[in-house]
């Protein structure tokens, strides 16, 4: 058995009723520079919040690429390598790295090995923690005898502190109560709460694999901390902690450059919250290192990061529902806005961001077909 996925594509329009209009172009007077060429042929969805231009790039996913005829994807090749002299910086999230990231065929081929780890995990019933592994994992989907399926959980922010002492809890950081049953109900809704990962579990005999980037693993603390507390809740706790195991990945390059004065760096791991202390030796964890130059392209640089999936820190929890919200990081001001709209279907991407996703994922795919790598058929949908 399966965790079904439920993380929606931002091409999957019909299905997720967002605001769309179609623009027509007439193609004689169609130019390379004007903003409304439709690269794919396809008719131009736009999705209305700040400042959205016309798309340059359509949505392009597994199914989308098997799609494009041999000359379009000759257009988006070029589309991909001048990116950056295209895009207008203030348009992106870090306008000093507005270069698209695996154009070194030596660090696509890292990143490739980075997504076999993953795809060592087919047949398992696996957790994406976030948006940092997206890529990897997606890219495991994509490729032959690669990963039938994975879900992806949205959550965003910690509330624990690195101390020289380990982590410790803020109290003045935790969701509020009324923060937390909204992320109850969150988990619920996608069949990721705690019931439902140890009914996996006993079903299967397999731990649910919860994956993320580890660093000072905060994050994964606090999101254990918050799912322990359920568990607790309902009587679980003990089934709950004996029905996950953790998977990390990471970068000790990058560790070792940022914390120079420690005599040594040891490998990154999750420290447990305190309630599940007691059942450390019934979680495994596992870490992965990767190359600095993939750490740094795929997982720290804000672009690549931010154009993936939704930002859901607690104080979004009760405003809005992260599979109909597509969203990079937001500002106090649209905060604001969604505290007194609270829109149902909406998305707050820049178009030079959406294009970042969809060149990347184009680069990817092409990469694998071009390398006899790619799957033939694939079922599962692909997660922004």
């Not at 910086?89 to 507005?98: F, I, Q, S, V």
């Not at 040891?266 to 030796?281: A, F, I």
Request: net charge neutral.
């Amino acid at each position: 058995m399966r965790i079904n996925s439920i993380c929606v594509g931002l091409n999957s329009v019909k299905n997720n009723n967002y605001q769309t209009t179609e623009l027509k172009t007439n193609s004689k007077n169609s130019t390379a520079n004007n903003q409304i060429t439709s690269l794919t042929g396809l008719p131009y969805v736009v999705f209305f919040g700040e400042k959205h231009k016309p798309r340059r790039v359509e949505d392009i996913d597994y199914f989308k690429y098997n799609k494009l005829s041999d000359n379009m994807k000759q257009i988006l090749r070029k589309r991909y390598a001048n990116f950056e002299t295209e895009v207008k910086p203030e348009d992106l999230n870090n306008a000093n790295k507005r270069y698209m990231p695996l154009k070194d065929d030596r660090i696509m081929k890292q990143f490739i090995d980075v997504c076999d780890l993953y795809r060592g995990l087919k047949n398992e019933p696996i957790l994406c923690l976030g948006r940092s592994p997206k890529w990897f994992l997606n890219t495991a989907l994509w490729m032959k005898d690669g990963l039938d399926d994975y879900k992806g959980v949205a959550f965003s922010k910690y509330w624990y502190r690195k101390t020289p002492d380990g982590l410790v809890k803020i109290k003045a950081m935790e969701p509020t109560p009324e923060e937390k049953k909204a992320y109850k109900r969150y988990l619920k809704r996608i069949q990721a709460d705690p019931a439902h990962i140890v009914h996996v579990h006993e079903k299967t005999g397999k731990k649910v694999v919860i994956t993320d980037y580890i660093s000072s693993g905060k994050g994964a603390c606090s999101f254990l901390d918050i799912m322990s507390e359920f568990a607790e809740e309902e009587g679980i706790l003990e089934d709950f902690a004996k029905s996950i195991r953790i998977y990390g990945i990471g970068c000790m390059e990058y560790l070792e450059s940022m914390y120079y004065d420690d005599e040594e760096i040891s490998e990154p791991e999750v420290q447990l919250p305190e309630r599940l202390m007691p059942y450390k030796k019934e979680i495994p964890q596992e870490y992965h290192d990767m190359p600095i130059e993939v750490f740094q392209q795929m997982l720290i640089n804000e672009n690549t990061n931010e154009c993936r999936s939704s930002y859901y820190p607690p104080e979004t929890w009760t405003l809005y529902s992260p599979n109909r919200y597509r969203t990079g990081m937001l500002s106090e001001k649209t905060l604001t806005e969604l505290r007194e709209k609270a829109p149902r279907n909406t998305t707050n991407y820049t178009t030079a961001m959406r294009d970042f996703r969809n060149l990347l994922n184009f680069r990817i795919l092409d990469y694998l077909a071009a390398n006899n790598l790619l799957r033939e058929n694939l079922n599962s949908k692909q997660w922004d």
